[in-house]
């Protein structure tokens, strides 16, 4: 039996307590993500770990369009950057994107300090925010806990796992999920959770993922049951993700008309095009330096 729990987001809360989360497992959207890249799998986990939180928090906090998330490392890996595009339509998916920048010729690719931004863009007319935190402990997961600490002051915990799966099919070579628990607001009414039983629940969460990808079979109701155990769980309906990039032709042709004419006199040298590549999806684009011109700004 194939696993239907795949590529998507669920998300529950407990009625009778101030809690909520978010859970996501992706193999797909990776597969997309990286094929075209040629990354190294230290690169392919950190950024996944990148991808999972932007798709946690992108849910949760409902976006009307986009939300970014860029982790700028001071060492070997000098950028992260990921996108979550919320579903244009009610069913639709959600769209994911991610990119990673780092130094090609050294051994050791690591991310120790540096800065971890969130950008939320909910569309025309509307003023992007954006919130900054440092790097913690080289840990993209304790970088995004703190963020939500200083931001909210609310308690949050991330659990990340990544598999690798040797010799698969079509080029799917990792799985992952996501878990996000987290305090509601101190408005709501409802009693807050201490801080043993909030451990207590840390702990069964990483109990109950540490090795749920292995299992080609998984029921997703019945995880979130054994680690809650509680009838007031609500579960909602799952948002399915997948690859999506917003890289469009007309708009880099845009981009290469702004340039002043003799620098893409040398960008086009002895070369009949002028190419230019997404760095997301790896799609390359060719424009003649004529077509260029003519909608060049004077």
């Not at 729990?5 to 193999?27: H, K, M, P, T, Y």
């Not at 939180?53 to 490392?73: A, D, H, N, P, Y």
């Not at 950008?119 to 402990?137: A, F, R, S």
Request: net charge neutral; aromatic share 10%.
């Amino acid at each position: 039996m194939k696993n239907k729990f795949v590529d998507s987001i669920l998300s529950f809360q407990i009625a009778n307590e101030n809690i909520r989360g978010r859970f996501a497992r992706v193999e797909k959207v990776i597969s997309d993500t990286v094929k075209n890249q040629n990354f190294p799998e230290e690169i392919c986990v950190i950024l996944i770990e990148a991808l999972l939180l932007t798709v946690l928090i992108g849910e949760m906090i409902k976006i009307r369009w986009r939300l970014s998330l860029q982790i700028r490392g001071n060492g070997s890996i000098k950028l992260l950057a990921t996108d979550y595009y919320a579903p244009k339509l009610a069913g639709k998916p959600a769209n994911i994107r991610a990119y990673a920048d780092y130094e090609k010729d050294v051994l050791d690719l690591s991310l120790n300090t540096g800065l971890f931004a969130i950008t939320i863009d909910q569309g025309k007319n509307m003023e992007p925010y954006q919130g900054i935190t440092p790097i913690v402990d080289g840990s993209l997961s304790k970088s995004a806990e703190n963020y939500f600490f200083q931001s909210e002051q609310i308690r949050t915990f991330f659990d990340l796992n990544i598999a690798k799966k040797h010799g698969a099919k079509n080029g799917r070579n990792w799985s992952a999920s996501g878990f996000m628990l987290q305090e509601l607001p101190g408005e709501h009414n409802n009693k807050f959770i201490d801080d043993n039983n909030w451990t207590i629940l840390k702990e069964k969460i990483i109990l109950q993922t540490k090795d749920h990808l292995k299992h080609e079979v998984f029921d997703q109701y019945r995880f979130l049951d054994n680690i809650f155990q509680t009838s007031n769980l609500t579960v909602f309906k799952e948002t399915k993700l997948k690859f999506g990039c917003s890289c469009k032709r007309k708009t880099l042709l845009y981009t290469l008309a702004k340039y002043p004419k003799d620098e893409l006199d040398e960008m086009v040298g002895n070369e009949e095009n002028i190419s230019a590549n997404c760095q997301f999806c790896g799609k390359k684009f060719y424009f003649s330096l004529k077509e260029i011109l003519d909608h060049h700004e004077d």
